[in-house]
């Protein structure tokens, strides 16, 4: 800790206390009921031994992978993420296109209306970002499967379409995707430890 000595109060980046109190606001801001809804789909889908299916790129494929072994493992509930099978998501995006990455991954794993997929999104999904979420959104409603999510903007595709989604409140432009992203870790720790207490 020598290297603190000697900071001044003015030597810190007023970044670094805006950065804090917009996080501060997304604790303060964020939607109860929705996190209540999200917890309930997942109780659902863990009722009806469906499994779970993490959807996220970038950050949030990261985020994915770390929530696949938290449901499992803390939760009790079977889960996956396709971005976890690097040789497969290469391949179906060289193969077909970036936008078929997940569809027909989730088609391979049967997914069925026991099932959930849950999108962790800095947008959410539209046409021209993330369109692989768009086209898995689409598949989960056409075969009866749920849609949950994470999301941070005004939540896109799957906040338009989703069954129980938490959307991030953004705060500033500079910093919408590592709140986003943040805060995904947050809402799912609490829902897979809500789902803990429960068993």
């Keep these: 800790m020598d290297w603190v000595i000697g900071m001044s109060e003015t030597s810190v980046s007023p970044y670094i206390g805006r950065y804090l109190r917009e996080a501060q606001t997304v604790i303060e801001t964020i939607d109860r009921e929705q996190v209540q809804r999200l917890i309930e789909a997942c109780r659902d ?4 031994e469906g499994r779970l299916f993490f959807l996220g790129v970038g950050g949030s494929a990261a985020n994915a992978s770390h929530a696949v072994n938290d449901f499992r493992k803390i ?3 079977e889960a996956y993420a396709p971005t976890d099978n690097v040789s497969e998501l290469t391949a ?3 193969d077909d296109s970036w936008a078929e990455t997940f569809a027909p991954w989730l088609k391979t794993s049967r997914l069925s209306a026991n099932d959930a997929i849950f999108v962790l999104s800095v ?3 539209s046409p021209t970002t993330s369109a692989n979420l768009v086209a898995a959104v689409d598949l989960a409603q056409s075969v009866g499967a749920k849609v949950l ?4 903007r005004d939540g896109g595709h799957t906040y338009r379409h ?7 409140p953004p705060q500033s432009d500079d910093t919408i995707t ?8 947050v809402v799912w720790h609490l829902v897979a430890t809500a789902l803990a207490r429960e068993s």
Excluded at 149 to 152: A, K
Excluded at 178 to 185: I, K, N, T
């Design 45 to 48: 889908v863990r009722a009806r």
């Design 75 to 77: 939760a009790d509930m």
């Design 92 to 94: 179906r995006a060289n």
């Design 123 to 125: 947008g959410g999904g």
């Design 149 to 152: 999510g994470i999301v941070g």
């Design 162 to 168: 989703g069954d129980a989604v938490v959307r991030i």
């Design 178 to 185: 590592p709140l986003a992203e943040a805060f995904q870790g």
